[in-house]
Nanobody
Framework: EVQLVESGGGLVQPGGSLRLSCATSGFTLDDYSIGWFRQGPGKEREGVSC????????YYVDSVKGRFTISSDNAKNTVYLQMNSLKPEDTAVYYC????????????????????WGQGTQVTVSS
């Protein structure tokens, strides 16, 4: 059974940092694109970042470039999202998701192409 479990959210002051974790099970990380998405209050779901651990390719939405870093630890079947210099507009529920890519050299950035989703973790940036 495929499972994704997010953790690491919380309340942080502007300028602070958090590291989100996405613990995966039931599949081989190398065969999947793993994405982080978020949905803020009154906002549509937004793709934040994704990674294809087979070759390390990554994607970031413009609003988080230079502040967020995605990484994967295949030994732990876990994908991380390090978030630095957090802003109030980063406040959202953050979800990780998995999409099968096999050996295809593709990085999936569209939410509708992801097959499996976690339950989400709340990130609140406020003073």
């Amino acid at each position: 059974e495929v499972q994704l479990v997010e953790s690491g959210g919380g309340l942080v002051q502007p300028g602070g940092s958090l590291r989100l974790s996405c613990a995966t099970s039931g599949f081989t990380l190398d065969d999947y694109s793993i994405g982080w998405f978020r949905q803020g209050p009154g906002k549509e779901r937004e793709g934040v970042s994704c990674i294809r651990s087979r070759d390390g390719s990554t994607y970031y939405v413009d609003s988080v470039k230079g502040r967020f870093t995605i990484s994967s630890d295949n030994a732990k079947n876990t994908v991380y999202l390090q978030m630095n210099s957090l802003k109030p507009e980063d406040t959202a529920v953050y979800y990780c998701a998995a999409a099968f890519t096999g050996r295809q050299p593709v990085l999936i950035t569209q939410a509708e192409e992801y097959d499996y989703w976690g339950q989400g973790t709340q990130v609140t940036v406020s003073s």
